[in-house]
């Protein structure tokens, strides 16, 4: 480091000394993270949702004094599927809607609305994604215990017709599909997106090179994170399913909150105590 660099590192440390918070490390420039990453200080926590979904954990982990920085790893493609969902939303001749993410809710929000707002039973995996509809005027019929799609398909009241209607994303698992076989319902699977990886400039990959705690939302995320960067970091992520792959690839360490949520998610990354 130059001279320069020393004295803004210096200047930071001092700071935190004296009443850092996270806010300050958010504040930064690029250049001065990297500069405070070179010497071991302030190493922030990767936020790997798509853009502008990282808002929420962000604020939470600033709350606790855990600096934080977004690296979308995942980004959103509509597939050709997505136009058979109005038609089948209107035809109806099911009982239940599945959703399972805010994305597929905002997807199904859309299709709804080009059905011209039909009355349908809806049953969310989650607070989260019930709140992406409500805010839209549709409420979800039926939450589950725990935000899985293993439990929304075990608990999922049985109604007629039995046949449920399940847009999703091309790659999501077939569990759901399978636990309400078994209990008698069928399954309407509409694979409206999926999930790609999103592009990172040279300055991104550097970055990510350096990091030290990692946060996923999703099993594509973690599989983009180690793609691009390897396993040797801790891998801290929302749930069971994502901290599933995450251990499958290898990741050094891997934890997860009891329940799925976002501000257990945050807990779980403070908990570490690295800052």
Known sequence: LSKT?????LSFILARVAGWTASTYNTLTPHQRIILSEI???KPVFLTREAGK????????????VPSEELPCITFARLPSFSELPEAITKGGFGWVLITS?????IFLEA?????YPKVSVACVGAATADALQVAGLPSQFIPSMATGKLLAQELPFKEPSTVLYPCSALAART???VLAARGFQTRRLETYTTVGKSWSSEETRRAQEAHVVSFASPSAVRVWQE????DVIAVCIGETSAREAH????????YPNAPGVEAWANQVASLDLW
């Open 54 to 65: 990282n808002d929420k954990l962000r604020n939470l982990l600033e709350a606790r004094g």
């Open 176 to 178: 759901i599909e399978k």
């Open 5 to 9: 660099q020393w004295a803004f590192a």
């Open 248 to 255: 499958e690839l290898g990741f050094k360490r891997v934890l």
């Open 102 to 106: 805010p994305e597929a809710a905002r």
């Open 228 to 231: 691009r960067v390897g396993t």
């Open 40 to 42: 071991g200080v302030a």
């Open 112 to 116: 709804w609305q080009q059905a011209d």
